[in-house]
């Protein structure tokens, strides 16, 4: 018997599985079992076609493949390489046990890659499960970024054979494995974005907005929009993802599996996620789900960016409630009577909204055409638990003629990454949205005047512990943007402004 190793997905984790072969006398046949999915049951004939095209001689035997666990579902084409390979080697004296191989093959045996190539080798590099792999050599300089593997690149089932039928094994394939963007190092490394596709210098005015803005890029608060149409919500929102933070490797790479998992190309940019998705959207699209297999959705493709939802209000009661567990937890569990699946959702929520069903109540020309029912039924739409996860809620300001530009993109994203250092130097582990109620004792130190005024503010608006902390940690991303190693009462006078009313 013979054996390499593959793998498979289970939700959002990549699973290792056991290809293993035997030919027996008999009848000749040629099986594959252990719970296969149709594009596995397919890849007998593509198998026997590259074998016969690369002049082997398909044995003429009962052979089976079994791929274990048993009880694991296999999804994929990438395991036709070692299908192929524990057929063509098997009268080879020499164990493959510790071989990862991947890989589709082509009829006249060609190793090409697949969509779920990328996930699940970065998958199986985080659970440290591969030293080295064999893989297609058109995915060689993407898979190359994943760090601690050795990759073998492969264009042929025949350079396949050869690879693992030598007795002195050559050298690993490497490509460069650095981004080509401008980097600084703190901790660790962090790479910076630097190219603004979409500028603050198009927005006009909108002073508050933008200030606010700069706050949520800063800690990564979540923020609310509500004014007018074509106040500016949306051109604000889409420019944010600009100005966040810098990614570190590991999160550059999640950002290339989520694009992977959506069925991009990944780009290994530094450039946080922005995901927008309509209100008419449902449940499963936005949350993930399936009935036999949880395929990941808009909350968890949004990981380490942004969840932008705009016409808030619009968007089902149902899907709003839901979204309070990731908003708290950073993560969202799926549970289905096949599965369990549990995917990161860490992100910076945004939402726009217009202040009443017509739009025109804040306007100071448009007269409003709705009365109070209706406004109030339309801001009912948002529940107090719901919106108490929201940090910064910002009324946008009436368009004036007269409106200025005030600062670019790259002024703004200077200013988050000096904050950036700032929290790093302090040591903080995570951004300042996200501190533990530990940490916010740590970190968030008051001033003997803002802790009267944080006190005062309590009980004259009744606020709950969690706007508390949440004002705390407002207070602390202003102090950072003044380089304040305190908060003092402007900090946290600022933070009660954006507080929910």
């Not at 297609?136 to 693992?164: C, M, R, W």
């Not at 700069?214 to 509500?226: K, T």
């Not at 008051?446 to 207070?475: G, H, P, Y």
Request: with cysteine; glycine share 4%; net charge neutral.
């Amino acid at each position: 018997m013979k054996k390499m190793k593959c793998a498979t997905y289970e939700g959002l984790d990549a699973k290792v599985v056991d290809v293993e072969s035997t030919l027996t006398k008999g009848l000749p046949s040629f099986s594959i079992i252990g719970m296969v999915s149709t594009n596995i049951s397919e890849s007998k004939e593509r198998v026997k076609s590259a074998l016969l095209s690369n002049e082997f001689s398909f044995p003429p035997k009962r052979v089976t493949l079994s791929l274990s666990p048993s009880e694991l579902k296999k999804d994929g084409s990438q395991f036709d390489l070692s299908i192929a390979l524990l057929i063509a080697l098997n009268q080879v004296e020499k164990d493959f046990d510790d071989w990862f191989v991947f890989g589709e093959l082509g009829l006249d045996g060609e190793v090409k890659e697949n969509t779920q190539l990328y996930p699940l080798l970065l998958s199986l590099a985080n659970q440290g499960a591969v030293q080295r792999a064999i893989v297609p050599h058109s995915a060689l300089e993407k898979l190359s970024k994943i760090p601690n593997i050795a990759f073998y690149g492969v264009k042929t089932l025949q350079e396949a054979t050869d690879l693992l039928r030598s007795e002195v094994l050559c050298e690993p394939n490497v490509v460069s494995t650095d981004f080509a963007y401008p980097s600084y190092t703190l901790d660790e490394k962090y790479y910076v974005y630097n190219r603004y596709e979409e500028d603050f210098l198009d927005v006009k005015g909108q002073e508050v907005a933008k200030r606010a803005a700069l706050i949520c890029a800063s800690g990564m608060h979540n923020i609310l929009f509500e004014g007018s149409p074509g106040s500016g919500k949306s051109m604000i929102a889409q420019r944010l993802r600009y100005i966040m933070p810098p990614l570190n490797q590991a999160e550059i790479l999640d950002n290339a599996k989520l694009d992977s998992l959506e069925g991009k190309e990944p780009e290994f940019k530094p450039l946080r996620n922005f995901c927008s998705p309509h209100h008419t959207s449902t449940s499963a699209s936005i949350f993930g789900g399936g009935s036999h297999k949880a395929k990941i959705g808009e909350v968890g493709l949004s990981h380490n960016g942004i969840l932008f939802f705009d016409e808030l209000p619009h968007f089902s009661k149902n899907i709003l409630e839901a979204l309070r567990e990731p908003l708290q937890d950073g993560k969202i569990k799926i549970s289905r009577v096949n599965s369990k699946v549990e995917y990161p959702a860490n992100f910076v929520f945004i939402g726009a909204m217009n202040p009443c069903p017509c739009g025109n109540l804040l306007d100071k020309v448009k007269e409003c055409r709705c009365n109070e029912l209706e406004i109030q039924r339309y801001k009912n739409r948002l529940s107090d638990p719901f919106l108490d996860r929201i940090d910064l809620n910002v009324t946008m300001q009436n368009i004036d003629s007269h409106d200025e530009v005030s600062f670019s993109s790259k002024e703004l994203h200077q200013k988050v990454i000096d904050v950036h250092h700032i929290i790093k130097k302090r040591g903080q582990k995570s951004f300042t949205a996200k501190l533990s109620d530990k940490d916010i004792e740590i970190y968030c130190i008051l001033d003997a005047e803002a802790k009267e005024t944080l006190d005062m503010a309590t009980s004259r608006f009744a606020l709950s512990f969690r706007s508390i902390k949440k004002v705390q940690k407002v207070a602390r991303t202003i102090a950072d943007l003044d380089a304040s190693e305190m908060i003092h009462k402007k900090h946290l006078l600022e933070a009660l402004s954006y507080r929910r009313r």
